[in-house]
């Protein structure tokens, strides 16, 4: 979605744009991050 809505925007524009919809899923990211570091997903494990 962030490739689609940044397209004809300048580069400020569009990079506010992606903080601006991304930044509520840090939290997923770190969390799936600490799964992965943990062993989960993994040689088929999930």
Known sequence: MNAYEQWGKGLPEA???EWERSKAR???GL???ARFAAG???HGKF
């Open 26 to 28: 840090i939290a997923d």
């Open 31 to 33: 969390e799936g991050a």
């Open 15 to 17: 990079l506010h744009a």
């Open 40 to 42: 989960e997903g993994r």
